[in-house]
């Protein structure tokens, strides 16, 4: 059972990919934390505090990328994984498959993120074209380019103390190191290196 942030880490250092919430066929931290069933959000569990504080501990460390891979789920990648990722996540062909997928509002923000390379969620202009569920209708297309891994997404903390969304490129988020031992990988060991650490290979990352 995992009781802190460090037996965390080497649980995903292990399993090099772990969801959060609980799965029927992936490791998940909250599993290994509770070691029973959970019905409904894990906030109402008696250890609810101390997933939310193991969970924030996995998120700000150096070694692990927080993303919604599997299932639209939060995921967390261990950095060995990273150049494998970055080579899929950035290859043409699997981002063109993906982004047919978008609707226009989707692509129209995928597009300004092109130009700007990141952007914070409270500052796009759309201009009237999210209607008036402006906040609701920009959610939904956060989690469809978050699941779809077209873009990576992280919290910022403003001095006022709320979280915001900032979306970037993923060649603003790798270090040079992810990109220079992704550029000796192709595009299919890459692939095979992330399907051997996924129960599912259904999941639309390997379409």
């Known amino acids: 059972m995992i009781t802190t942030v460090e037996e965390a880490l080497a ?3 292990d399993q090099k990919i772990v969801t959060l919430s609980m799965t029927k066929t992936f490791p998940s931290l909250i599993n290994e934390i509770v070691d029973e069933p959970i019905e409904g ?3 109402g569990h008696p250890k609810g505090n101390e997933i939310w504080i193991i969970s924030e501990g996995v998120k700000d460390s150096v070694d692990i990328l927080t993303t919604k891979m599997l299932y639209g789920k939060v995921t967390f990648i261990y950095k060995s994984l990273w150049p494998s990722l970055y080579k899929i ?3 043409s062909n699997w981002r063109e498959r993906r982004i047919t997928k978008l609707n226009t509002l989707g692509r129209k923000i ?3 993120l092109q130009i700007k390379q990141k952007i914070r ?3 796009l202009n759309l201009e009237g074209e999210a209607g008036k569920n402006q906040k609701k209708v920009l ?4 989690h469809k380019l978050e699941a779809s891994l077209l873009i990576h997404s992280e919290q910022l903390h403003t001095t006022k103390g709320y979280h ?3 979306i970037k490129l993923w060649e603003e988020w790798a270090t040079d190191k992810v990109k220079q031992i992704s550029a ?3 595009f299919k060991d890459a692939m095979s290196q992330i399907a051997k650490f996924c129960k599912d290979t259904e999941l639309e990352f390997f379409e």
Do not use: A, C, P, Y
């Open 110 to 112: 995928l597009n300004e």
């Open 184 to 186: 000796t990988l192709k």
């Open 89 to 91: 996540v950035t290859d």
């Open 41 to 43: 959000s894990w906030w």
């Open 11 to 13: 649980f995903i250092r």
């Open 164 to 166: 915001i969304t900032q």
């Open 139 to 142: 959610m939904k297309v956060r």
């Open 121 to 123: 969620f409270d500052q």
